[in-house]
């Protein structure tokens, strides 16, 4: 692993080089003039990132996509093969066999879907609700940022205590008042992924709700009174002033928002534990690399994970960007 | 205003007033409905806090659960006593005070050096760097998190003493911050570095004592921003250090400890939710505080993606 390492660092130092180099060869077309000294001072202040990034940054990168090809075991660092595409078969194996892969990646699917529009569209609701003057608005606004305030592991135990089985439970004592009978909210597959997905909009969305605000205080008051000059009722108002406005407000919350479901693993991996009906990509990513500690397996999991996010990423840049 | 015109049957704004109070008392409720939907699980939080193990099952159920038991109050003193001294609460809290610490400051030096290198001056290889700022901010990273341990793992060793450094290394560099860092020095004046010049400073004396000075909103921002993070992690921390020899974790942050916390024997409902409570405490303080900051994160970060 060292060796591999100092080889890495060798060829990363190569090509910066070869940068430099080139460089210093166009300096003159580009009409640059590079001096010794700032140039020293620049590489001595930027030794301490430069070093970091590459050890905690990149390498972590670069290794798992090594990794991801080979039979690489934790506690046996000195006997890594080469095993080429055998992890990515396993991987389709268990998808088409239904395994847990199969479970982690509908789980993650069922949450990502139901919780982007969900905690969005909430954001957005609750944003548009509080954007007025007077006292109210204010005190509402703090209520419903007041959940972000409380760290995931918080809000997981928490939850696990208000959706308690039984009589003692939080949420099946107020619905014992109108005669529902008790329910296992985390313990059914039917309600545990449901749950997980409105305790996670109720817990961000705040959040958002924010930046909303802050989106909303760009948009100029007289655009408002020029529509309404124009005839425009409150509805078209909305979607040509409003949402024009938030439209750059809008895909950062949507990149930010999705990429964040995509990884949700706090939750499902402190109230329910490994369980086929509640596991995620990241906590089957996680359970097979550090408990199981197939770390090969699960770097080629993690490969497959980042580049369908980095598409749908990708994806919902492309399409809202221009327009 | 023309009374004539007040007196007719149908001029409108006569109208209004009415309607408006309508819609205004609609609005309240409404809100304060929601804002109870958003606060109730909050306040069962507090409530529960208060309570001892009897009273709590007592409270199931009833409009109590909501309510601080203010009959006793001799028994919120307890739970979170109980909690802060016999489960060490205070110690984890410590600890993750220290690492957040520690985390903010070398975030500050190392980010912030190399934002202003990469602000002000020019060298050879600097168009790369920029590249890679960019491309290493888009890569979604999160997903290495085992490389990562398996690198931290051997470089460190297992000693307790050295996985502390597993903890705060990774922590202290953020391109992220570095990104953040070199917008806004890009906007500082050129006049202000050239007169600190004049007077014989060099650029390590120019990054501290021109550059930062005028940075405290973008200092505060990732200040805040490490502090949350930190304080709020508790995977890496509970992945990366290893339990003394006597089987204690002397050197977990709080929200680690959480997760042993509440699988300790005999620990009552109550005495968790303190526990949460306390937890929740520090960030609820910093939200208060630094609320002008964490608007100006939002303003300075995304939205120019």
């Not at chain 2, 460190?156 to 020095?185: C, D, W």
């Not at chain 2, 929200?255 to 939710?273: V, Y």
Request: net charge positive.
């Amino acid at each position: 692993m060292l060796n591999t390492s100092l080889i890495i660092l060798g060829l990363f130092l190569c090509a910066f080089g070869g940068f430099v180099i080139y460089d210093l060869a166009t300096a003159k077309r580009r009409k640059e003039v590079y001096r010794v000294k700032s140039t020293v001072t620049a590489y001595l202040m930027l030794l301490p990132s430069v070093a970091l990034a590459f050890l905690f940054i990149l390498l972590p990168i670069l290794y798992s996509l090594g990794y991801a090809f080979t039979d690489y075991y934790l506690l046996k660092p000195n006997d890594i093969d080469f095993v080429f595409l055998d992890n990515f078969a396993d991987i389709f194996k268990e998808i088409s066999a239904k395994g847990m892969l199969y479970n982690a990646i509908k789980n993650t699917l069922t949450f990502v879907v139901g919780v982007v529009p969900l905690q969005i569209g909430l954001a957005l609701l609750l944003a548009l609700f509080v954007n007025r003057p007077g006292v109210g608005s204010k005190i509402f606004k703090v209520c419903f940022f007041a959940p972000v305030v409380i760290s995931l592991s918080v809000t997981a135990f928490l939850w696990e205590q208000i959706l308690a089985p039984g009589e003692g439970g939080l949420l099946n004592s107020m619905l014992a008042m109108f005669n529902v009978p008790p329910h296992d909210w985390l313990r059914d597959p039917a309600t545990a992924m449901p749950c997980i997905i409105v305790l996670s909009a109720w817990q961000g969305c705040g959040y958002q709700m924010l930046i909303f605000l802050s989106g909303l205080s760009n948009i100029r008051k007289d655009l408002y009174e020029a529509a309404a000059l124009d005839g425009a009722n409150k509805w078209h108002q909305f979607w040509n002033v409003t949402w024009v406005g938030l439209r750059s407000t809008f895909v950062y919350i949507l990149i930010t928002v999705f990429i964040g479901a995509c990884r949700i693993m706090t939750q499902p991996m402190l109230m329910t534990g490994y369980m086929s009906h509640t596991v995620t990509l990241s906590y089957y990513m996680y359970n097979l690399g550090y408990t199981e500690r197939w770390v090969g397996a699960s770097s080629a999991v993690a490969l497959l994970m980042t580049i369908f996010i980095g598409g749908i990423t990708l994806m919902q840049r492309r399409m809202f960007r221009e327009k | 205003m023309d009374k004539s015109i007040m007196d007719l049957p149908n001029f409108r704004p006569n109208k209004t007033p009415v309607k408006k109070t309508v819609k205004e008392v609609i609005y309240h409720i409404v809100g304060i409905v929601l804002s109870l939907i958003f606060i109730l699980p909050i306040l069962y939080m507090l409530a529960t806090s208060t309570k001892g193990e009897v009273a709590y099952a007592e409270s199931i159920g009833t409009i109590n659960m909501f309510l601080p038991d203010f009959a006793n109050l001799g028994v919120a003193f307890e739970n979170y006593k109980s909690v802060l001294l016999d489960y060490d609460i205070w110690k984890y809290a410590t600890n993750s005070f220290i690492y957040a610490a520690i985390v903010i400051v070398l975030n500050i030096l190392i980010n912030g050096l190399a934002g202003y290198v990469m602000a002000k001056l020019t060298f050879p290889g600097k168009r790369l760097l920029s590249f890679m700022i960019i491309f290493l901010i888009v890569v979604p990273v999160e997903t290495s998190i085992i490389p990562l341990y398996s690198i931290v793992k051997i470089m460190l060793g297992l000693k307790q003493q050295m996985s502390v450094l597993g903890v705060i290394l990774p922590a202290a560099i953020s391109i992220f911050n570095v990104f953040l860092f070199m917008q806004f020095f890009q906007n500082i004046p050129k006049e202000y570095e050239e007169a600190a010049r004049i007077d014989g400073a060099n650029t390590l004396g120019v990054f501290f004592k021109v550059i930062l000075p005028l940075s405290k909103p973008i200092l505060a921002t990732v200040a805040v921003f490490c502090f949350i993070g930190v304080w709020n992690d508790y995977l890496w921390p509970s992945m990366i250090l290893p339990a003394a020899d006597d089987g204690t974790w002397p050197l977990l942050p709080i929200q680690t400890a959480l997760i042993t916390i509440k699988s300790i024997e005999g620990i009552t409902t109550g005495e968790i939710m303190a526990s949460l409570v306390i937890t929740s405490v520090p960030i609820f303080v910093t939200y208060v505080a630094a609320q002008k900051y964490i608007v100006q994160g939002f303003g300075t970060s995304g939205l120019k993606m």
